[in-house]
């Protein structure tokens, strides 16, 4: 248990990975009556050590997204405390119309951990207020990583999920993640301008402004990669990954989601084209 100020607890779940870092933040927000954003993994103990510190005050239990490190404590958290869950909704809720056709013809996720049995008890829209006798909370439909994606503003603070880290850039892997709107929800929290991002995963963000335009930053340096390797041949995004990312064996899966929807992103815009049906393994040609 760490992370405690007057009226924010964080509590950090036992599932540390090279993808989740430390583990699932889970915060508990208020006095009076306590929201908990993001219970984490249907874990006993971490669970545990939720209801004990909402000491029977437990209100709302909001989750950001259905990726199981966030949402599968969700019911039986629900069930010890009576209280309802909120989310955007189902973990196949908020896909654009691109990735419904991708997910259509068959492309799964890559190892995000979907969890499919997930169903809130309320669902929530972009601008939706959740209020506590002593806190207030707006919904911010943020995708990019998922389609359902939800961070919450509470005053100058933004409790951000997944879509953005200090520690590690976000995987956005199709039909799951959308580059394009993970730009733009970008670009919206740097117009929202909060002082402080308090991520799912890893510490807080305390110059949230810099690191949003270095994330996005990022994405374009490496679509400014994929396009040069593509002139060199046509090529898929296994292979991309391994060209231009210099990380561990273990990550090189999740790098390889992210060229492609890189890929997607530019096949959208007419840069690349796909040489067959589009699948993870689709060899690319620029354009």
């Known amino acids: 248990m760490d992370g405690q100020t007057k009226d924010l607890l964080r509590i950090l779940a036992p599932n540390p ?38 000491q029977g005050r437990i209100s709302h239990i909001l989750v950001t997204h259905a990726h199981l490190d966030h949402s599968a404590g969700a019911p039986a958290l629900a069930r010890l405390t009576g209280a309802p869950v909120l989310a955007y909704g189902d973990a196949l809720a908020g896909r654009s119309p691109m990735m419904r056709r991708l997910a259509g013809q068959g492309v799964t996720g890559g190892g995000e951990g979907l969890d499919l049995a997930f169903d809130p008890d309320i669902t929530l829209r972009d601008g939706d207020v959740i ?13 990019g990583h998922s389609g359902g994606h939800l961070a919450f503003l509470c005053g100058d603070q933004v409790f951000c999920g997944d879509v953005v880290m200090g520690w590690s850039s976000t995987i956005i892997s199709p039909p799951d993640g959308d580059l394009a709107d993970y730009l733009r929800t970008l670009d919206r929290l740097a117009q929202i301008g909060p002082r402080r991002l308090l991520p799912a995963h890893g510490d807080p963000i305390e110059a ?7 994330l996005a930053a990022h994405r374009r340096q490496r679509t400014v990669q994929i396009l040069a ?25 999740a790098a390889a989601r992210n060229v492609l929807a890189h890929l997607l992103a530019l096949t959208d815009l007419g840069a690349v084209a796909p040489l067959g049906d589009l699948h993870p393994d689709t060899e690319f040609s620029a354009l």
């Not at 949230?208 to 270095?214: I, N, Q, T």
């Not at 593509?230 to 273990?250: C, K, N, Q, S, W």
């Open 17 to 54: 990975s090279p993808l989740t870092g430390p583990g699932t933040n889970t915060f508990l927000l208020g006095r009076e009556q306590v929201a908990v954003i993001d219970p984490g993994p249907d874990d006993p103990g971490h669970l545990a050590a939720i209801v004990a510190a909402g």
């Open 131 to 143: 209020e506590g006798s002593d806190w207030h909370l707006t919904a911010l439909h943020t995708p």
């Open 208 to 214: 949230p402004l810099p690191r949003l335009a270095e």
């Open 229 to 253: 390797a593509l002139r060199e041949g046509p090529a898929d995004a296994g292979t991309l990954a391994r060209r231009i990312y210099d990380v561990p064996p273990v990550l090189l899966p």
